[in-house]
């Protein structure tokens, strides 16, 4: 998977940065085994496709690690639906990043939770240029 020449390289690490600082912590709760290796796969190819700027095959991939969880966790859900806002964010679909951000909140509502549905809004309003 080549960067296309129209991206700029030094953009995309900067992405993949942002993205890695995103805590782990509620996606490694999720159930052992198989299932936890499915949600981690589906959720690291999303970055390097987030790096690339490929938005809509980082959004699937995400919706996929929600999808294969066979028990949903709350916390898992609520993360990953956060990291689809941002992603949905940067691709300029405010309106579906919203929705992914709200649900985020409702799956994820406890205070840490809440804090990294916040900074993950905040960070796809930056990548956007919405500074206020």
Do not use: H
Request: charged residues 20%; proline residues 5%.
């Amino acid at each position: 998977m080549a960067c296309s020449r129209s991206a700029k390289p030094r953009e995309g690490l900067q992405v993949l940065k942002n993205l890695l600082a995103f805590s782990d912590a509620a996606r490694l709760s999720a159930n052992p085994g198989a299932a936890r290796a499915s949600v981690l796969g589906y959720e690291s190819r999303s970055y390097f496709y987030a790096a690339q700027r490929r938005w809509p095959a980082a959004i699937e991939d995400l919706d996929q690690a929600i999808a294969v969880q066979p028990d949903p966790d709350t916390r898992v859900t609520g993360a990953l639906l956060a990291r689809r806002g941002f992603y949905q964010s940067l691709s300029g679909k405010g309106p579906a990043a919203n929705s992914s951000f709200d649900n985020a909140l409702s799956n994820w509502g406890d205070s840490q939770g809440a804090a990294e549905v916040a900074y993950q809004r905040g960070l796809g309003a930056l990548g956007r240029g919405q500074w206020e």
